[in-house]
């Protein structure tokens, strides 16, 4: 080990920023963030009209979202080992400059082909804001207010996940869906300039280490294969072409893992997968997002086709949750150093799991208050869960590792995310009306699994953040 120690030059006393450069640092990342989440899901509500007016079927305008969410999949991880060798701010300004750049050509595509290249451009920008983000969040605050930033990143991310829709609703009621690209402009060019201005460069750095083009491929290819196997599965491509794509996979997949578990710093971080509490937490990540958007992508089917509800009174019901996020994310990071964390996840996915089984075992009776007060349950948990999770992500590995831990952690949100988006697609397909009932039940199931990973975690002392 002391070799490894030899080869890392910098500050290694680094403790954060102090006002008000803090605060400004704090801003950019959370802009940053807030965006690249945001335009996740801004263009859901927006397809059908896009689809009409470029002229493409409403199948493939799906290509609009998911090429966004592909590429930021494939790259993450390459992504935050570059940060790793070049300073996250640097990744963080590059990201910021690609994104708003990629938001100005959608805004300006006139067909199909060129805006699902502008946003391929948006997605990488996406990919390097994402894959960095957690880790500038470390060297900005003080180790004594890690928890509560942590808290706050969650909240934001939180809010994020949910706004698109809503937002892209109130601007396709004043004017045309290339708006919905063209907000970004204002704020990335701010961002950028406050990112250029306030945010730290890395205090440490190992010497002699290079960036890794070949492992770059393989993960490019192995997490693409293995989110569009998912995505085409679940969206009733034939079986034996899914099958041949599966088998592809499997295969780049092994060439990847066996090429990986020899580096010494390895891109898919199999070093800091060995620390048991970095591994659960990663693991209990994926659940919880799983769990999220099983509950979250069904919800809507439940309360408009069962229960008879309108959309706008669906939106409005479903703002109970990110409104509990937001109060509850920066209290539990306020807990951090004050509960063992390991609690704090299991009392919040435990909620979870109370709220996916109360929807599912509710019948199709449950009244708006009803509603209100499971989601709530739900959005308690979820904030609860979500911040001590990931204080033990970004405080278990090394300063040198927290840019594999920060792609970490945005790869287990996006795996669980797009998994819970696909079991609801193919609960569809096996349990037709009944399937949101089905797809909480398992939402659940999943999620007192996560209880009982999150509840092991107490085995194993925290690293010191």
Not at 185 to 198: E, M, Q, S, V
């Amino acid at each position: 080990m002391q070799e490894d120690k030899d080869q890392i030059s910098g500050d290694l006393t680094w403790d954060g920023l102090r006002p008000p450069a803090l605060f400004y640092a704090v801003a950019t990342t959370f802009c940053g963030l807030f965006l690249s989440v945001l335009d996740g899901t801004i263009c859901n509500v927006a397809l059908p009209t896009m689809a009409a007016e470029l002229g493409v079927s409403p199948s493939d305008s799906i290509w609009i979202i998911n090429a966004f969410q592909l590429v930021i999949m494939m790259l993450l991880l390459p992504f935050a080992s570059l940060g790793e060798l070049i300073g996250y701010k640097q990744v963080y300004l590059i990201g910021v400059a690609s994104f708003t750049v990629g938001s100005m050509f959608c805004a300006l595509s006139g067909n199909f082909q060129f805006l699902v290249a502008s946003r391929v451009v948006q997605g990488i920008g996406a990919a390097m804001i994402m894959s960095v983000n957690t880790s500038l969040i470390r060297l900005i605050y003080p180790k004594r207010h890690l928890g509560k930033g942590i808290g706050l990143n969650a909240t934001v991310v939180a809010i994020a996940s949910v706004a698109g829709p809503s937002l892209a609703a109130v601007i396709l009621s004043v004017a045309t869906w290339e708006w919905i690209f063209a907000i970004n402009l204002p704020i990335g060019i701010a961002t950028f300039i406050l990112a250029r201005k306030y945010l730290p460069d890395n205090p440490t750095k190992v010497i002699g280490r290079k960036f890794n083009w070949r492992d770059t491929v393989l993960n490019a290819c192995t997490f693409g294969l293995m989110i569009g196997c998912i995505e085409a599965y679940s969206h009733g491509m034939d079986w034996h072409e899914v099958a041949v794509a599966l088998a592809v996979f499997i295969l780049i997949g092994c060439v990847y893992v066996r090429i990986q578990l020899r580096e010494k710093y390895p891109m898919l971080p199999f070093d800091l997968l060995r620390i048991p509490i970095f591994s659960m937490s990663v693991g209990t990540s994926i659940i919880s997002f799983t769990a999220q958007q099983l509950l979250m992508v069904s919800l809507p089917f439940m309360l408009m086709h069962n229960l008879g509800y309108d959309a706008a009174r669906t939106g409005l019901l479903m703002t109970a949750s990110p409104l509990v996020i937001m109060f509850v994310a920066p209290l539990a990071g306020w807990l951090i150093g004050r509960i063992h964390p390991g609690i704090l996840g299991c009392i919040g996915i435990s909620l979870i799991a109370v709220s996916c089984f109360s929807f599912a075992f509710g019948g199709d009776h449950i009244t708006p208050s009803g509603v209100v007060l499971r989601l709530m349950c739900f959005g308690a948990g979820f904030g609860l869960f979500q911040s001590p999770n990931n204080h033990i992500l970004l405080s278990s590995p090394p300063p040198h590792r927290t840019g594999s831990a920060s792609g970490m952690l945005a790869s287990a949100r996006l795996v669980g995310q797009t998994s819970g988006a696909a079991l609801v697609a193919m609960m569809f397909n096996f349990f037709g009306p009944a399937s949101p009932h089905a797809s909480m039940l398992l939402g659940g199931i999943l999620a007192v699994v996560g209880a009982v990973l999150s509840i092991l975690r107490l085995g194993s002392r925290p690293a010191a953040s």
